[in-house]
């Protein structure tokens, strides 16, 4: 059965549309996430299920009903921190109790098995503005799972957290998936979107691509990712890397190019040695599997950091 | 009611534990209430004193209410819109009424704990009061009906402003602004003819005037406030401005950017 069903959604802003037909199918307690660079959309679509905004044209149902009038079944956490720091992590959970409903005595019942359950219940009277970004997320996302929630839309919720909280926070996730709980994730971290059951690329407001990660890498990026850093980022250095992409392209990244090639591990030798016989001084140099952001950028010829940045 | 008072315990715990709001509406008008009795008074008949200081007192309470009305409420909206709270809100099964009616009681309640400190201070300082039985729940009537047009006020600014820093400022400037064209610093009869009939317009000027008339006696204001037309306009409008701030808030104040 449908949790989410997206049939043609437009949505425009000053003229630019943000959402161009946008169609999405994801089942109840599926693990499904939204994978783009800033300004491909993601959020407003996001925001649109989760009855935030409405859209121009198309149709959003959640659980067999317009977005408005389910609200009780929807938990969406925000990109932003939205918990009061003035109140404690249990103030924080019963105020959105309350707020669902529930009487004074339930919520504080409740708030203690939510607090429990995010792993924040060891010092329940500590200010918000004293928690660490991670403890503040995991609070926030404890606001989306009250009991009668079965879609939980998340956007960025990962943006901060350091290895263990982000570890945490997934194992988190898993639960509530195990509990046949629908959850949609919306990011521009490919190991986050690497993590879920389905994945949807998004780019200037279409779903580009749609499939598991090992589908989605199975059909669009076969190669293996050799990624170079060298002293300097020359025109000299994408010249020579450009003879080593099947493509005969190179993705510029931050610190350093990225190239893609059918057999990277032999490759990976010849690549250090015509660099350093053109004068350029590798630093380092890796060779990855590929990945979801592999994909994005066999889709797009972007990066999710270029667009992003 | 429970979404009333979960917003209501929210915003009052945020008013007393947030220092920045405690100093602007609770101290600031302490501050200008020790200054004012102590500097303002040279010229004023020794036996009179402590009435002059017993009006100044409703001016600061007056003026502290403004400040939680005008300022702290905006600013309160303001936040809550930036830090994404109002999209969380709207993606659950609450009215935007419900958390405006909570807030506005918030608001009302942290203005009255401030204006209750103000009233001591004012004590302390010397203020007598000549006002007694049925005038002192009359006052207070008029007390809350500057709440209530406060809050109208924070409203409007909180729902049209959208950056927080802008409404706090604005929330100021509007409170300091009104205040001072109005009368509540300083007795109606002693400003200019057109400022005179802003006064008596101005709600929360003319029930400042009324609590002073009721409470310390009519030879400190310039005017009888408490005849019933402008008893009647200061309700009226004090209500007005309420309404006109709850239609805006309902409708835009949940709005994302």
């Known amino acids: 059965m449908s949790a989410i069903r997206v049939a043609d959604l437009v949505k425009t802003y000053g003229g630019r549309r943000v959402l161009d037909g946008v169609d999405l199918d994801i089942q109840e307690g599926e693990f499904y996430a939204l994978m783009g660079p800033n300004g491909s959309g993601k959020t407003t679509l996001a925001s649109i299920i989760a009855s935030v905004r409405t859209q121009d044209s198309g149709v959003v149902v959640v659980h067999g009903k317009p977005p408005a009038l389910a609200r009780g079944l929807i938990g969406y956490v925000p990109q932003e921190n939205f918990s009061s720091t003035e109140l404690s992590g249990k103030e924080n959970l019963t105020y959105f109790a309350r707020l669902l409903g529930y009487s004074r005595r339930q919520a504080e019942q409740l708030t203690v098995e939510m607090l429990q359950k995010v792993g924040l219940y060891q010092d329940p009277g500590k200010r918000v503005g004293k928690y660490s970004g991670g403890m503040r997320k995991r609070l926030e996302v404890a606001t989306a799972m009250f009991p009668g929630i079965r879609v939980l839309i998340l956007d960025e919720p990962t943006t901060g957290l350091d290895p263990g909280a982000r570890r945490s926070f997934f194992g988190m996730l898993q639960e509530k998936v195990d509990k046949n709980t629908t959850i949609l994730l919306v990011t521009h971290i490919g190991s986050d979107a690497e993590l879920a059951s389905r994945v949807g690329l998004i780019d200037n407001g279409r779903i580009i691509a749609e499939g598991t990660p090992e589908e989605l890498k199975r059909k669009y990026a076969v190669e293996d990712a050799i990624t170079v850093e060298t002293a300097a980022k020359t025109e000299g250095v994408v010249s020579v890397l450009k003879g080593f992409d099947v493509g005969g392209e190179v993705a510029e990244l931050e610190a350093g190019y990225r190239v893609y090639s059918r057999n990277g591990d032999r490759v990976l030798a010849d690549v250090v040695r015509t660099l350093d016989q053109a004068g350029h001084k590798v630093l380092r140099i890796e060779m990855g599997r590929p990945t979801l952001e592999d994909v994005f950028f066999r889709l797009t010829q972007k990066t999710l950091q270029e667009v992003t940045g | ?257």
């Open chain 2, 1 to 257: 009611m429970g979404q009333i008072l979960a917003a209501y315990v929210r915003g009052l715990k945020e008013a007393v534990r947030d220092k920045a709001t405690l100093f602007w509406t609770g101290s600031w008008p302490v501050i200008w209430l020790i200054i004012v009795t102590l500097t303002f008074v040279g010229d004023v008949p020794q036996e009179a004193v402590p009435y002059v200081r017993a009006s100044m007192t409703v001016s600061m309470m007056v003026f502290a209410l403004m400040l939680a009305g005008m300022s702290h409420l905006p600013a309160g909206i303001a936040w809550d819109r930036k830090n994404g709270l109002f999209a969380k809100l709207r993606s659950m099964p609450i009215k935007p009424y419900r958390d405006f009616i909570g807030r506005v009681f918030a608001v009302g309640t942290f203005a009255l704990m401030a204006a209750a400190v103000v009233l001591l201070i004012g004590f302390a300082l010397g203020a007598r009061f000549t006002g007694s039985g049925v005038a002192i729940p009359q006052a207070i009537g008029f007390l809350l009906l500057t709440i209530l047009a406060s809050a109208g006020v924070g409203l409007i600014i909180g729902t049209l402003i959208r950056r927080p820093q802008g409404a706090v400022t604005t929330g100021v400037a509007i409170a300091v602004i009104l205040a001072a064209l109005s009368g509540v610093f300083a007795p109606v009869d002693l400003l200019p003819e057109p400022l005179q009939v802003f006064a008596r317009v101005y709600p929360i000027s003319s029930a400042q005037t009324s609590i002073v008339y009721l409470l310390v006696g009519s030879d400190a204001v310039g005017y009888d406030p408490l005849t019933s037309g402008q008893v009647a306009l200061t309700i009226a409008l004090s209500f007005a401005l309420l309404l006109v701030g709850t239609l805006l808030y309902s409708k835009l104040g949940w709005r994302p950017d």
